[in-house]
């Protein structure tokens, strides 16, 4: 995606590409809605992106493209909360709020 990072910042959520160790917030995220699911897009500087269903049990995310599963972590509120989600190198952190259905 062309522009500097502060362009989109307001869209985007942290994320830790190929491995890297740092996040920064250089992630834009779209949503759609397709036969009534909620899907995120979470795309890279570099042009590449994956794309995740949000699920209606309020779980998460699962992976809606490619053989690599998601794994959704909670994070420690004292460190921002949300989510943080993690498919093959790459990692993202997500506000979230979990429903009562999926606490444990």
Do not use: Q
Not at 5 to 25: H, I, M, S, T, W
Not at 62 to 72: M, S
């Amino acid at each position: 995606m062309a522009g500097a990072p502060e362009a989109y910042a307001e869209n985007a959520v942290e994320c830790a590409l190929d491995g890297g160790k740092a996040f920064e917030r250089t992630c834009p995220v779209e949503r759609s809605v397709e036969d009534g699911r909620l899907f995120l897009t979470i795309r890279h500087p570099d042009g590449g992106f994956r794309r995740f269903e949000v699920l209606d049990d309020g779980s998460g995310l699962a992976a809606a493209d490619g053989a690599d599963p998601a794994h959704v972590t909670l994070r420690d509120p004292a460190a921002g909360g949300g989510i943080e989600v993690a498919i093959g190198g790459d990692r993202y952190r997500l506000p979230a709020t979990l429903s009562d259905d999926a606490k444990p």
